[in-house]
């Protein structure tokens, strides 16, 4: 089951390539089949197995020569990886089902707010439209509380994005209220506190090592997918471990 999660997830994570590829270009992520981005030659099947085809063929265009991007072996690898965890989070169950297509799309969201600093609409529409309908198929949360969730996590944001005066984008409020609909509540607040807790963190950490300066953007995308990925897989345990607490 394992081996069939760790394909499955190659397979998608090279699709996700295409993705993060093209849709901020505008481009279909269906036609043209997927060719050599520096001497157009269309690729066989040979050359499409995630991963594999990328050691086999040296890192270079079997055509052409030119260096390939470690980019997509990664997001291949990233991809099942995530798969991986998820399944030993859910098991066989639709949870997991629902966890891959979410993941997938952080996957997607990630990588392009970090090429681009770009959260985009239509990724974002059919993010939030595969929440209303898987998550209302799976049974929770309810209507109600995804609702109350998209209001609060975007309109949260919306906030944080007037106060900052540009530091958020509008796209992390369209981002958080979709993501209200796939966490429901309260589960969106933890979400989002585990990203500013993570965002800041690697804020202090990419200051102190000067990888960036004061003045750099930081995309804030990325953390809230990783805070928002945590809280989709262990967000219950952690919301009863800390209410008990609070008891
Ligand atoms: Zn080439």
């Known amino acids: 089951m394992i081996l069939f999660c760790i ?13 993060i590829y093209r ?11 997927s060719h050599c981005p520096n001497c157009q030659t269309p690729l066989r099947p040979i050359d ?3 991963v594999l085809s990328y050691f086999l063929s040296g890192r270079h265009c079997r055509y052409c020569g030119e260096v390939i991007a470690s980019r997509y072996a990664i997001v291949e690898s990233l991809t099942a990886f ?3 965890w998820c399944f030993s989070v ?13 993941v997938s799309f952080m996957v997607v969201i990630t990588f392009i707010d970090y090429d681009h600093q770009l959260i985009l609409d239509k990724v974002l529409i059919w993010f939030a439209l595969a929440g209303v309908s898987i998550r209302y ?33 509008g796209g992390d409020v369209k981002f958080c209220f979709a993501l209200g609909i796939w966490l429901g509540w309260p589960d969106i607040l933890l979400a989002l506190f585990l990203s500013f807790v993570i965002g800041g963190l690697a804020g202090v950490i990419l200051l102190v090592f ?18 928002a990925f945590l809280t989709l897989l262990y967000g219950r345990d952690i919301l009863t471990w800390y209410f008990g607490l609070m008891r």
């Open 7 to 19: 394909l499955f997830g190659l397979l998608i994570g090279s699709f996700l390539n295409v993705c």
């Open 23 to 33: 849709i901020p270009l505008n481009q279909s992520i269906v036609y043209p089949p």
């Open 48 to 50: 499409l197995i995630p």
């Open 82 to 84: 995530l798969f991986v």
């Open 90 to 102: 859910f098991g066989w169950t639709g949870e997991t089902v629902s966890a891959c297509v979410f």
């Open 137 to 169: 198929y799976l049974g929770s949360p309810s209507l109600l509380d995804m609702g109350l969730a998209a209001l609060v996590g975007g309109g949260l944001l919306l906030i944080i994005a007037v106060l900052s005066r540009g530091g958020m984008g």
């Open 210 to 227: 000067r990888l960036r300066g004061r003045k750099d953007m930081i995309p804030f995308g990325p953390f809230i997918c990783l805070g």
